[in-house]
């Protein structure tokens, strides 16, 4: 089940989410969990604060975070459809090869990112 909520940044956001992820828990502690959050950084700080158990028990032990996975939009698109991607002979984009038609595309057409005095 995917569920979208819009709630105020901060304390707020962290509180519905340990909610979310307790009831997700209500049956089975070990019931698994996904978060997608906007970066890897932002995945550990939210993993540290809500094992942390400041916001609130995570399941009906107690705090903590067990079977309980943040990731990226990026990386779960890529679990998603790796299987197929290996099926078919290919294999999911990495960061450099996406870092490198960045680049072409910026150098063919700088617009904002140009600098100045470089040719």
């Known amino acids: ?8 940044f901060g304390r707020d956001a962290n509180e519905k989410l340990v ?3 307790r009831g997700a828990k209500t049956q ?8 997608i959050v906007p970066s890897n950084y932002v995945a550990v700080t939210l993993r540290r604060d809500l ?18 996975d ?5 990386r779960l698109a890529e679990t998603l459809s790796g299987e197929q991607f290996l ?5 999911p984009l990495r960061d450099v090869v996406i870092g490198s038609v960045m680049r ?4 063919a057409a700088p617009g904002m990112v140009r600098r100045s005095g470089l040719h």
């Open 70 to 74: 943040f990731v990226t939009s990026y």
């Open 104 to 107: 072409l595309v910026v150098a």
């Open 19 to 21: 909610d979310l992820v």
């Open 28 to 35: 089975d502690v070990f019931a698994p969990v996904t978060v």
């Open 87 to 91: 099926a078919q002979g290919r294999r």
């Open 51 to 68: 094992a942390s158990g400041d916001y609130g028990t995570t399941s009906w032990v107690g705090t903590g975070l067990v079977a309980t």
């Open 1 to 8: 089940m995917i569920e979208a909520l819009a709630v105020s």
